[in-house]
Antibody, heavy 121, light 106 residues
Framework: QVQLVESGGGVVQPGRSLRLSCAAS????????MHWVRQAPGKGLEWVAL????????FYADSVKGRFTISRDNSKNTLYLQMNSLRAEDTAVYYC??????????????WGQGTLVTVSS | DIQMTQSPSTLSPSVGDRVTITCRAS??????LAWYQQKPGKAPKLLIY???SLESGVPSRFSGGGSGTEFTLTISSLQPDDFATYYC????????FGQGTKVEIK
């Protein structure tokens, strides 16, 4: 079955960087668009970024544009999120999620369990 | 940006009750509307897509309706496993979630 396992979260100081990873299994990773979605403690869900199946097309929420970069390595079945210039408001559980389509329809049909990022001095 | 507003924010029904949650969009999203269920400490789970299509494996007591700017999620007979938070999400233009509706035990 579809399995998505995030890693790389932790405590980081404001202004620093962190890279998250999401290891995929149970499906043909290279056939699907992939997302990052975050959830601040006690809050709702916020879409962060989408990458198409081949990695050529990338889209970002305004709140992270210019600071975060989504990428993928289809040979390793792994999705990444490079987060630079981190702010306190980036503190959240970060989920990776599979899109229903290769190009990215924004419908997310499978989710990982998430990794917590805490931005604090 | 398309804003999504859910009501109510919290519900306290009893097991067996019929439950309806409403989601309103700030502009038409056609039928590009999904519903997710999230339990504490767990990832969201897709229940309904394209406003009224039931995701594979989801019990038939869940149903979705509406189009344009107003949508509903209905649980026909609430079960103990259904106590959770429910989110709507439009996917007509990028992706926006509602603020969530918590269905808690009465």
């Amino acid at each position: 079955q579809v399995q998505l396992v995030e890693s790389g979260g932790g405590v980081v100081q404001p202004g620093r960087s962190l890279r998250l990873s999401c290891a995929a299994s149970g499906f043909t990773f290279s056939n699907y668009g992939m997302h990052w979605v975050r959830q601040a403690p006690g809050k709702g869900l916020e879409w962060v970024a989408l990458i198409s199946f081949h990695g050529a097309n990338k889209f970002y929420a305004d709140s992270v544009k210019g600071r975060f970069t989504i990428s993928r390595d289809n040979s390793k079945n792994t999705l990444y999120l490079q987060m630079n210039s981190l702010r306190a408001e980036d503190t959240a559980v970060y989920y990776c999620a599979r899109d229903r389509t290769p190009g990215g329809s924004y419908l997310k049909d499978s989710w990982g369990q998430g990794t917590l990022v805490t931005v604090s001095s | 940006d398309i804003q999504m507003t859910q009501s109510p924010s919290t519900l306290s029904p009893s097991v067996g009750d019929r439950v309806t949650i409403t989601c309103r969009a700030s502009q038409s999203v056609g039928n590009w509307l999904a519903w997710y269920q999230q339990k504490p400490g767990k990832a969201p789970k897709l229940l309904i897509y394209k406003a009224s299509s039931l995701e594979s494996g989801v019990p038939s007591r869940f149903s979705g309706g509406g189009s344009g700017t107003e949508f509903t999620l209905t649980i026909s007979s609430l079960q103990p496993d259904d106590f959770a938070t429910y989110y709507c999400q439009q996917y007509k233009t990028y992706s926006t979630f509602g603020q969530g509706t918590k269905v808690e035990i009465k």
